[in-house]
Every structure is written in structure tokens, then in C-alpha cells.
């Protein structure tokens, strides 16, 4: 799996952005403010974005203010952190674990969020997913012990 990161102005990014959908199929998007005067419930959506997960979609993201981090796992479960500012486009694929965390100095950034398709946002988090299977593998060794 390839992270891509790429430069785009992020003022004139039009042209780009619509070359770029075109390229890679992507369908739909929008602009999310992220700012506690901008956002609804800003408190708990940032906790969640913080929370180490991953989505069955690609998710992309189109910096066009702002700061912040995408840190993402490696293959070896180490943390990568990848700073994210104002013209950085990342495409980051589908499984991936990861988790979205603001700047130390500038808490607030603008995404535009592209889509491949209208598939409702799905997001998995990496702490529940241990549980169900913990969870799992008591209901086997129990299964086992009956027979
Ligand atoms: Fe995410």
C-alpha cells in the first residue's frame, strides 16, 4: 500500500484538483472547516479523529489551511508522522490504521475531502476491533471446553 502525498496550490487548485479526480476516479467533494467555532460537537469529532482507526474508503484529503499531523502505522506498528499543511494532498488507502492530530500552535485546518463514490463515511476503530476479537476468541476456548 502507497500513501501519496502530493503539492497543489492551494489557492488556484481547480484545474489540479479536477485533473487529479479525473485520474483517480474520484466523484464527489466537499470543504470541512475544522475549527471549534466551525464544527458542531468539535470536541467529540476531534477525539475521534485522534483515535488510532481505519476505513474501508481511501481517505483523501486536500490541505487548504491550516496544520496538522496524519500519523499512520507502518508495517511494523510504529507510529509515522506526517505533517500536513496548506497545499498538501494525501491519498491514504483503504485499511491503513491511523489517527489525525492538530498542531501544537495552530489547532484548526481546512480539508477538501474527495470521494470515489457516495458510500456513507465509515470509520473502524483499532481498540474495538482487539475487543470483538478478544472477545471471539473467548466464546472459541469456551466452544473448545465443551468438546
Ligand atoms: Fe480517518
Keep these: 500500500m502507497i500513501i501519496m502525498l502530493m503539492k497543489v496550490d492551494p489557492v488556484n487548485y481547480r484545474e489540479d484538483i479536477d485533473r487529479i479526480s479525473a485520474e483517480y476516479g474520484f466523484v464527489r467533494e466537499d470543504i470541512v472547516e ?5 464544527l458542531e460537537d468539535f470536541d ?5 479523529f485522534a483515535t488510532e482507526h481505519h476505513h474501508p474508503d481511501s481517505e483523501v484529503r486536500f490541505a487548504l489551511s491550516g496544520k496538522g499531523y496524519f500519523e499512520v502505522r507502518s508495517q511494523d506498528d510504529q507510529w509515522i508522522r506526517i505533517e500536513v499543511v496548506a497545499g498538501d494532498f494525501l491519498i491514504l488507502p483503504s485499511g491503513i ?3 489525525f492530530v492538530f498542531h501544537e500552535e495552530e489547532k484548526g485546518i481546512v480539508f477538501l475531502r474527495l470521494f ?7 470509520i473502524y476503530f483499532r481498540e474495538k476491533e ?5 472477545a471471539n476468541t473467548t466464546t472459541l476456548k469456551t466452544a473448545t471446553l465443551v468438546h
Excluded: E, L, S
Design 97 to 99: 490504521f491511523h489517527r
Design 34 to 38: 475544522v475549527f471549534p467555532h466551525t
Design 130 to 134: 482487539a475487543q470483538a476479537k478478544a
Design 116 to 122: 470515489q463514490d457516495d458510500a456513507p463515511y465509515r
Design 44 to 48: 467529540y469529532w476531534i477525539k475521534r
